[in-house]
């Protein structure tokens, strides 16, 4: 009797659960039709198209005032060489340049983008809209396109199950389709690898040949996955389940603009020789860049290097003068910067401090500014940025090696006006030292390195191509000499 007494109270108790689950179901009777079925979409407003890179594009563009750099730049049209895009519906892109104009555009700073519109530029021409004049000629043309993609480079997949069952209830009764209870629970999991590659070159403008080791070469991979889940009760015969299916696939298109945003970043940076790694986390130093910087402090002399290090030491908080002679302050500032370093002349010291510069660039920015105030005031006392000319040579600037800062640009003339200054921009250290107006009856001042800076073209007043110094002011940057520009107005 004891045991009949207690199956009667196992069947009551698993007729009461099934009984509230009839009762769910049968509240839920309107959304259960198949009549009835609908589907809500979503609403979204437009929204900024923002990316992980849209702050490193323009740190670098402020990056390129810092030390003083500057480039016209061309872009080719960027394409998809692999024919995926026709022939693996539009899985990738066909065309990218936009993509690739967005991004040179948003670096701003001293990185001036100049679109390739040949037809355009030829109908403004007939219908005499526009001509030639006054527009920028590039120093580089940036060329590429995407090289590789490859699907299905890795898949996985994992399983799981689960199931349990009850020992039978004994329950006796006809109307009860069956007399046990169970669970069971089905997860399945897959995903797949490919990989995009973009290759991007630089082209000189005016040779059209490739500029030396000037080239970026990127990938990125994108994901696939795909989730099942079900899970399932069986009470006395009645089963009821639930399900569920997810498949995701990472925008091609969304990766390829990382992808060219980081080539962008990488090459730019590259061509002007700036530390813009330091604009992206756990990026590792281009050593293209810091094999210019050691060849080029190496070639300066003795006092050039000091005072090389003393522009940067001024730049980082120092205050310490920039005349080219070692004294106690400079010693000071370079045992506070590296404890132990005293040698001024020590390269691998120099480049240490030179992309320093790029931690705190708000900081630098303002020694900048304050450099530029002080140049401006001509302080006897304190000449930062200024070691003093050759008695011999006085048609130059005295300029360390390092100039970064803008010069002034005065209207040419050839009677009372004043002469044209040139527009100079060449040291990493560079330092916001303008030229000197020189007097009315000599010949304008020219930047050390530039004898042909301060010249302009008398025979069509179009705007000029001259080679700018490199970034330390010697003259041996036959891969990357930035072109610096001057417009007669």
Known sequence: MPDAHHNIFRVRRGLGLLLALLVLS??????LDPRQVDVDLPADMPMVKETSFDKPLADLGRMTQIYGKRVLIQGKDITDFTGLST????????????????ALNAIGGNVVYIPYSPVYINNQMVTGYSNFQGKLIPDIVLSGGITEFDRGLE??????????TTKPFNVNQSWVPGDIISVD????????????????????????????????????N??????DKELGFTIFGPTFGLKGTVKKIQGRHAAIRLLVQTS????????????????????????????????????????????????????????????????????AALANFKPGARNAADTELYVELWSSL??????????REMLARALEGEVPTERVAAAPAPAKKAAKTEAVPAKVAEQKQEKPAPKKEKPA?????????????????????????????????????????????VRAQPILGTKSAAEALINERQTAE
């Open 26 to 31: 049968l509240s839920a009777c309107a959304k």
């Open 87 to 102: 022939f693996g519906y539009g899985e990738i892109p066909r065309d990218i340049t936009e993509m690739t104009k967005s």
């Open 155 to 164: 898949s996985r997949g994992s399983n799981t199950d689960f199931g349990v």
């Open 185 to 220: 629970y089905n997860q399945e999991d897959k995903e797949s690898l490919a990989r995009i590659t973009l290759d991007f070159n630089l082209l000189d403008f005016q040779t059209m040949a490739g500029v030396a080791r000037m080239q970026t070469v990127n990938t990125i």
């Open 222 to 227: 994108v994901y696939k996955a795909a989730a």
């Open 264 to 331: 962008v970043l990488q090459i730019v940076g590259k061509y002007l020789y700036l530390p813009y790694w330091k604009l992206i986390p756990e990026m590792k130093p281009d050593q293209v860049v810091l094999d210019k910087i050691r060849q080029d402090f190496r070639n300066l002399s003795q006092s050039e290097k000091i005072g090389e290090m003393q522009t940067c030491l001024y730049l980082k908080g120092y205050n310490v003068p920039v005349t080219g002679q070692m004294d106690s302050r400079t010693q």
């Open 358 to 367: 790029g931690d705190n660039m708000d900081q630098v920015a303002n020694r």
């Open 421 to 465: 200054t040139e527009r100079a921009a060449s040291g990493p250290a560079a330092v916001a030292h303008g030229s000197q107006p020189a007097p009315v009856k000599k010949s304008a001042p020219v930047v050390a390195g530039q004898p042909n800076a301060g010249r302009q073209n008398e025979t069509d007043g179009m705007a000029q191509v």
